[in-house]
């Protein structure tokens, strides 16, 4: 078996940083990693900035550790300054670009920015209006809106609604709604009347008591709130209330957020919206 390495990993780019880091560490999933420091270095877009990052590089180079760096820069004197340092860099564009260009039949044009920058502004416009449209109906706050959105998530309490709705949000434009199911609601063992209206766009999130319990004993220690028996009972009485009105149901106790928010737009068949 292959022994574990400690890792010292940069994510470097010219704007965010968010497509290095992401390409980056899903790359590095496939590897047994032993003690790991990420560090994201966004916005390298002059010489100077890039003559601190390799000296910042260079500074745990004798530090027991593998260095490999990550990076989007745009600019080609810059990066074939940093590929041609003494350390591991891998360049995304400069691995991915040239076979694509050959399937383009064309020639890229690099721009920094066009990643993640506003780009079009009316698809920029049009995923905040998103964000603050979930932001607005956040905790079944304005149910009179529910005409206008793309999908509801309802559940107990810490199970995972508000961030999967801010993130279907932010990362696909989509208008995204949660509702929760408090004691009053599972003890009639029905659905609330603001939600009835809208069942073909709800979704039930579904969490095992011993993940919902752990999540709320952080939130609220020692409390009746994150008791095991308090989160056995409601969970019980949500799974009965999901099968009875026949909603559709997706466990998120092993899920991330990025995974629930996929998984959820594949089974109501929504599209990104930018």
Known sequence: MNQPINLEVFFVSDRTGITAEALGRSLL????????????????????????????????????????????????????RLINEDFFVLDLFSTCLPPLQIAMKQHSSPAIGQTHGMGNQNQ??????????TLNVDDGLRTRDYEYVDIILAGVSRSGKTPTCLYLAMQFGIRAANFPLVDEDLEKGRLPDALKPWKAKLYGLAIDPISLQKIRQSR????????????????????SLYKQENITVVESSNMSVEELATTLMQR???????
């Open 220 to 239: 609220m220690p020692d409390s009746r709130y994150a008791s095991i028996e308090q989160c056995r009972k409601e969970i019980k009485l949500v799974s």
């Open 29 to 80: 999933t496939q590897f047994n990693k032993g003690d790991c420091r990420y560090t994201v270095l966004p916005y390298i877009d002059t010489e100077k900035k890039l003559s601190a990052l390799i000296q910042q590089i260079q500074a745990v180079k004798n530090d027991n550790r593998q260095i490999i760096v990550f990076s989007t820069l745009s600019d080609k004197t810059h990066r074939e």
């Open 268 to 274: 109501a068949g929504l599209q990104r919206q930018f």
């Open 124 to 133: 920029y416009l049009a995923r905040m209006d998103a964000v603050n449209f």
